[in-house]
T-cell receptor, first 112, second 112 residues
Framework: QKEVEQDPGPLSVPEGAIVSLNCTYS??????FMWYRQYSRKGPELLMY????GNKEDGRFTAQVDKSSKYISLFIRDSQPSDSATYLC????????????FGKGTLLTVNP | DTAVSQTPKYLVTQMGNDKSIKCEQN?????MYWYKQDSKKFLKIMFS???????INETVPNRFSPKSPDKAHLNLHINSLELGDSAVYFC???????????FGPGTRLTVL
């Protein structure tokens, strides 16, 4: 079993839709959870960051972490064509190295 | 003002050649990384340096050798390039928190 599983999609939604992206993981030591957005031919950029369990909201984006189920989600409300990108979940147990383990990424297309 | 920069952006070369990729960050971070992203967008860590000291060395062929002349620079030298080395290589730097990890724009390496 891979440490981090993420459905690669692709996912295609109409503009204004609510998007749900998910990752599961197997390493119970993971404590820091991140979502990165990567536009085509660009580097990943940090979108959301959560420590341990709980929810975090930033504008149209909500990140949820359920450590008991080893499951994290990213919700995008009122999706826009500019949200079209690959979304990568990433996580780390912390420590001095903060080595990130990434999911494979989900390709999202928001159609106008 | 670019935070993490990489050169070159594109690199096309023949099998068997030796090539280098350079990375520089102006964020004052102590930790820098090299990641490899394959054609399926899977992002995997290769190396990490903290203040010029190697702290993460994943299972990477010996043909790959990172070098950090100072904490703002991390270079990657690849010997005897193979077809399977074709990928996008991302440099990243990190501050004190896992949420402060910033990626460069990537170097797209094509081995013919």
């Amino acid at each position: 079993q891979k440490e981090v599983e993420q459905d690669p999609g692709p996912l295609s939604v109409p503009e204004g839709a609510i998007v749900s992206l998910n990752c599961t993981y197997s390493n119970s030591a993971f404590q820091y959870f991140m979502w990165y957005r990567q536009y085509s031919r660009k580097g990943p950029e940090l979108l959301m960051y959560t420590y341990s369990s709980g929810n975090k909201e930033d504008g149209r984006f909500t990140a949820q972490v359920d450590k008991s189920s080893k499951y994290i989600s990213l919700f995008i409300r009122d999706s826009q064509p500019s949200d079209s990108a690959t979304y990568l979940c990433a996580m780390t147990s912390g420590g001095s190295n903060y080595k990130l383990t990434f999911g494979k990424g989900t390709l999202l297309t928001v159609n106008p | 003002d670019t935070a993490v920069s990489q050169t070159p952006k594109y690199l096309v070369t023949q099998m068997g050649n030796d090539k280098s990729i350079k990375c520089e960050q102006n964020l004052g971070h102590d930790t820098m990384y090299w990641y490899k992203q394959d054609s399926k967008k899977f992002l995997k860590i290769m190396f990490s340096y903290n203040n010029k000291e190697l702290i993460i060395n994943e299972t990477v062929p010996n043909r790959f050798s990172p070098k950090s002349p100072d904490k703002a620079h991390l270079n990657l030298h690849i010997n005897s390039l193979e077809l399977g080395d074709s990928a996008v290589y991302f440099c990243a730097s990190r501050g004190d928190s896992p949420s402060e990890q910033f990626f460069g724009p990537g170097t797209r390496l094509t081995v013919l």
